[in-house]
């Protein structure tokens, strides 16, 4: 595991950007739940599911990508970022209902043929569960 020191030099290194303070702010798994409740959920035209877009953030760095949820809970199903790869490592060989897929395709998502998910990369904490963080940047 990283040590903070470590976790920031890397940090500055991907963002390519020299860092006076980084603030990280950690979510607990009880407080998620609170945050994604915000969130606003378009429903797919011909399942069930709902999804919830995040746009690409070049600071993290993170793809843009969409989560996708069953209508009846608040528990993901997958994610998927718009290249078509898995946004989790977790998602890595899940195949995409293929209603969905063909939505998703319109909305600029790039779904393989075949609509299984592979794992490209797993960014800073993005393969945890238990906890979801975000940093405060302030530069020099």
């Known amino acids: 595991m990283q040590t903070y020191s470590e976790f920031i030099k890397r940090f500055q ?11 990280e702010v950690v979510f607990l798994a ?4 609170l945050i994604i409740e915000h969130k606003a959920y378009q ?7 709902r999804y919830t877009y995040h746009p690409k953030d070049k ?9 996708i ?36 395709r319109k909305l600029g998502v790039q779904i393989p043929d075949n609509r299984i998910l592979e794992h490209k990369e797993v960014f800073i904490n993005e393969n945890l569960e238990s906890y ?9």
């Not at 429903?43 to 599911?49: A, G, L, R, S, V």
């Open 13 to 23: 290194k991907l963002a390519r950007i020299k860092i006076s303070y980084a603030i």
């Open 30 to 33: 009880s407080d998620l739940e």
């Open 43 to 49: 429903k797919f035209q011909k399942t069930q599911n």
């Open 59 to 67: 600071n993290i760095p993170v793809k843009g990508h969409y989560h």
């Open 69 to 104: 949820y069953p209508n009846n809970s608040k528990k993901e199903i997958y994610a998927v970022n718009l290249d078509g790869s898995a946004h989790h490592k977790s998602n890595r060989g899940f195949q995409v209902p293929k209603k969905e897929a063909t939505e998703l």
């Open 132 to 140: 979801s963080s975000i940093f405060i940047i302030i530069n020099e």
